[in-house]
């Protein structure tokens, strides 16, 4: 399995909402990551786990709320949603060891209404 | 923190001819440079990278090349093709033994016209 999956693949949420997103790969890569891209701009960086642990939170607001429940799955909690959150929601992995590029997942496409 | 320029943001080539890109990075850090495509309304795909203790690397038609001291890197498509149309996103990251974080460049537009 050489695939990072992600669900859902679209999510429409109200503000008041809480929804979950999952990402899951059975590569044994020990590094995964949350990045969010907007239409026509680069991924921009919101978490990093390495060896399930947290090691990187770029000042994202609390409305966002990783969790890494083992080496194979990683979670994006989402509550309190503000519409400029609207976006692409990327995971990645990374081997750490022998290489470093990511397989990146298709995303979730989320809207906030 | 790393800030990483590309450049051109967008470019049109003719079928067969070659596409170069360049970054610059300012991290002295940074010793890893990947480069992935995004095709529109898909993921971005790692297509070649580079490690600072190399200054080329290639691999079919595409190769990238890295100048540590100027702090630049730049990717070269050779030989392009319609299915080379799609975003290119540069990035640069410092690993040592815990998971870096890449810094993208903001992307630019390849089309190439049959």
């Known amino acids: 399995d050489t695939e990072v999956t992600q669900t859902p693949k679209h999510l429409v949420m109200g503000m008041t909402n809480k929804k979950s997103l999952k990402c899951e790969q059975h590569m044994g890569h020990r590094a995964m990551y949350w990045y969010k891209q907007k239409a026509k701009k680069p991924p921009e960086l919101m978490f990093v786990?390495?060896?399930?642990?947290?090691?990187i939170n770029e000042s994202v607001p609390s409305r966002f709320s990783p969790e890494c429940p083992n080496s194979s799955l990683l979670n994006l909690h989402l509550h309190a949603l503000q519409p400029e959150d609207s976006a692409l929601y990327l995971c990645?992995?990374?081997?750490?060891?022998?290489?470093?590029?990511?397989?990146f997942g298709s995303g979730t496409r989320l809207t906030v209404v | 923190g790393e800030n990483v320029e590309q450049h051109p943001s967008t470019l049109s080539v003719q079928e067969g001819d070659s596409a170069v890109i360049k970054c610059t990075y300012s991290d002295s850090a940074s010793n890893y440079f990947p480069w992935y495509k995004q095709e529109l309304g898909k993921r971005p795909q790692l297509i070649i990278d580079i490690r600072s203790n190399v200054g080329e690397k290639k691999d079919q038609r595409i190769a990238v090349t890295l100048n540590k001291t100027a702090k630049h890197f730049s990717l070269h498509i050779t030989e392009t093709q319609p299915e080379d149309s799609a975003v290119y996103f540069c990035a640069a990251d410092s690993y040592n033994t815990n998971a870096g974080k890449s810094t993208f460049g903001d992307g630019t537009t390849l089309t190439v016209k049959p």
């Open positions: 990645a992995s990374s081997h750490l060891v022998y290489d470093y590029g990511y397989t």
């Open positions: 786990y390495s060896y399930e642990k947290l090691s």
